[in-house]
Nanobody
Framework: QVQLVESGGGLVQAGGSLRLSCEVS????????MGWFRQAPGKEREFVAQ????????SYVDSVKGRFTISRDNAKNTAWLLMNSLKPEDTAVYYC????????????????WGQGTQVTVSS
């Protein structure tokens, strides 16, 4: 049984920073592509970023490029999403996801999901 547990969400002012963590248990963390998604109220869940198993391939949605950084440490079974220069439109529940293949911007490829952590950015 694979479990993903997010942490690090909270309330922050616009321009501030947060670092989300995703700890994975149950199987070899290094065998998963890791991703972050978010879902704002009344909107569909959307892709934010992903990182390959070794960390050498990373992609972001255009709206967070230059502000967010995804990373991982396979020895710690953890992935992170560092969010800088936060904007009110970044307010959402952020979800961590794991895929045994190559991930992608859609929801379907991802095998496992965390429970989500709330990020609220005030103006």
């Amino acid at each position: 049984q694979v479990q993903l547990v997010e942490s690090g969400g909270g309330l922050v002012q616009a321009g501030g920073s947060l670092r989300l963590s995703c700890e994975v248990s149950g199987r070899a963390f290094s065998s998963y592509t890791m991703g972050w998604f978010r879902q704002a109220p009344g909107k569909e869940r959307e892709f934010v970023a992903q990182i390959s198993r070794s960390g050498d391939y990373i992609s972001y949605v255009d709206s967070v490029k230059g502000r967010f950084t995804i990373s991982r440490d396979n020895a710690k079974n953890t992935a992170w999403l560092l969010m800088n220069s936060l904007k009110p439109e970044d307010t959402a529940v952020y979800y961590c996801a794991a895929d045994q293949a190559f991930g992608g911007v859609g929801l379907t490829p991802w095998d496992y999901w965390g429970q989500g952590t709330q990020v609220t950015v005030s103006s």
